[in-house]
């Protein structure tokens, strides 16, 4: 009998614990909510409209790509302020800003995020592309020497652009 007992009170406890752990993790907004929610963060909400908003742009409705950018540029804002200072989040807000045309505050959220983290691929080769639009080549070809090394995908995009044999949209 006292076997049951306390094999019922450790079970009560442990179902508990794990049921207020559980609830107590998911309300994150750092674009990982670990698996233990359904609740899309907002710069999980914000990469699903740029992803969305790129296919848009592929098929040249601008306008309707825009609406998605502004959007997941608003979302984005929300998660800086919640968590500040995530390099993914601050490369995502410079590419919504210069997506929509704004390539001063693009360029100031891709340098903060560089900040942080100086080597992200992303940053990298946004930040040049936005020096291509800008015509700032020769900074373009600094981010595409930073990635030099790097054997993804983001160089030899950059590095097409600068070219000139793919062009950027912006």
């Known amino acids: 009998m006292m ?3 306390t094999s019922l009170i450790f079970f009560t406890v442990l179902f508990f614990s794990t ?3 559980a609830a107590g993790s998911s309300d994150s907004d750092s674009g990982n909510n670990g698996g233990s929610s359904k609740i899309k963060s907002n710069y999980d909400k914000a990469v699903t409209l740029i992803k969305s908003a790129k296919k848009y742009e592929k098929k040249d409705k601008v306008e309707k790509a825009n609406k998605k ?3 997941a540029l608003s979302l984005l804002i929300k998660s800086n302020k919640k968590v500040p200072n995530k390099a993914d989040t601050l490369n995502y807000l410079g590419f919504t800003t210069r997506k929509l ?3 001063a505050g693009g360029e100031k959220y891709y340098l903060q995020g560089l900040a942080i983290e100086p080597r992200h691929n992303g ?3 946004y930040l040049g592309e936005l020096y291509v639009v800008t015509n700032r080549i ?3 070809k600094e ?3 930073v990635l ?3 054997n993804c995908e983001e160089y030899s995009e950059l590095k097409e652009i600068i070219a000139g044999t793919k062009k950027s949209k912006y």
């Open 148 to 150: 030099e090394n790097c």
């Open 138 to 140: 020769n900074l373009a």
């Open 101 to 103: 045309g704004d390539y």
């Open 123 to 125: 940053i990298n080769e």
């Open 143 to 145: 981010r595409l020497k």
């Open 19 to 21: 049921n207020i752990f």
């Open 3 to 5: 076997i049951k007992k």
């Open 69 to 71: 950018y502004k959007k």
